[in-house]
């Protein structure tokens, strides 16, 4: 209230519940304030525990690092010691044999057949020259040991016929399709073909190579080594998905084979 005219200026309800809002907000900011001071600060030195942390961290690297330094000590001094040795003619400097060397003597006593080897040669070499089991076996399946994954999801509108020409499989295929590598190998070819478009080939093991035609964009380029399943091209426009079409070959030592006797598409 104004003291000379008695008129009141402003007012004020004042409750528990206000006074409790009030102690509250200052009683944040004071913890606010406090904590950023004892963070930013030198302060935080003086807290009980705070220190004790930051001094066990350094102790433990410096331990670290003065045992590495102590193991390194050590190998410089049996280095000098076994100079000081070579020196003092305390230890011959041929005493030693190097290790690096790749000359190999035919008169070296450690390298010499006994007579209880040479026996035993003879006679092995004689039991095994008629057993054919040792011969290799050419029958081998070019299966063994390969697992092939699906180069890409589509449906197969041309079957493998070399009679027409046909030395793979045609897939219809949705937009943007992602071709994948059917085996681990070698990308030998990437680039454009005239009468297949976009092209990759990739040389696998066991004599195969697999090749992906009609390709949108290609991800990879000659000489780079693939995984099998990874990303290698993209296939299929967005303007006109229906009319999408992928050529898979896959050859085996220069020869085509069906790829479906392969792959389940």
């Known amino acids: 209230m104004n003291r000379n005219t008695l008129d009141e200026i402003w007012t004020m309800n004042a409750?528990?519940?206000h006074g409790a809002v009030l102690l509250l907000i200052f009683a944040f900011f004071l913890i606010t304030i406090t904590s950023a001071i004892i963070i930013a600060t030198p302060i935080r030195y003086y807290l009980p525990?705070?220190?004790?942390?930051?001094?066990?961290?350094?102790?433990?690297?410096?331990?670290?690092r003065v045992d590495s330094l102590q193991q390194q000590l050590n190998y410089q001094e049996a280095y000098i010691n076994n100079l000081k040795n070579v020196f003092?003619?305390?230890?011959?400097?041929d005493s030693v044999k190097i290790q690096d060397t790749i000359s190999v003597s035919e008169?070296?006593?450690?390298?010499?057949?006994?007579k209880a080897e040479?026996?035993?040669?003879?006679?092995?070499?004689?039991?095994?020259?008629?057993?054919?089991?040792?011969?290799?076996?050419?029958?081998?399946?070019?299966?063994?040991?390969v697992v092939f994954f699906k180069p890409l999801r589509g449906?197969?509108?041309?079957?493998?016929?070399?009679?027409?020409?046909?030395?793979?499989?045609?897939?219809?295929?949705?937009?943007?399709?992602?071709?994948?590598?059917?085996?681990?190998?070698?990308?030998v070819f990437s680039g454009y073909d005239l009468n297949?478009?976009?092209?990759?080939?990739?040389?696998?093991?066991?004599?195969?190579?697999?090749?992906?035609?009609?390709?949108?964009?290609l991800l990879k380029k000659s000489g780079d080594k693939v995984q099998t399943g990874e990303a290698i091209a993209v296939v299929g426009g967005k303007d006109n998905p229906a009319d999408s079409l992928s050529e898979f070959e896959l050859w085996y030592k220069g020869n085509p084979v069906n790829p479906e006797d392969y792959i389940s598409f």
């Not at 003092?88 to 400097?93: A, K, L, S, T, W």
């Not at 092995?124 to 011969?135: F, G, H, K």
């Not at 030395?167 to 070698?186: C, P, R």
């Not at 976009?198 to 964009?217: E, L, P, R, V």
């Open 15 to 17: 409750s528990i519940f």
């Open 49 to 64: 525990g705070y220190m004790d942390s930051e001094i066990r961290e350094k102790a433990l690297r410096s331990a670290i």
């Open 88 to 93: 003092n003619g305390v230890v011959d400097i």
């Open 107 to 114: 008169t070296d006593p450690l390298l010499m057949r006994s």
């Open 118 to 145: 040479k026996s035993f040669i003879e006679r092995y070499e004689e039991e095994e020259r008629y057993n054919l089991s040792v011969i290799s076996q050419a029958t081998v399946s070019p299966m063994e040991g």
């Open 155 to 187: 449906l197969v509108v041309n079957k493998f016929s070399p009679s027409n020409n046909r030395y793979g499989i045609t897939l219809k295929v949705g937009a943007q399709e992602t071709v994948s590598s059917v085996l681990d190998g070698t990308v």
């Open 196 to 217: 297949a478009g976009y092209t990759i080939q990739i040389q696998h093991k066991n004599g195969f190579i697999s090749i992906y035609k009609n390709n949108t964009t």
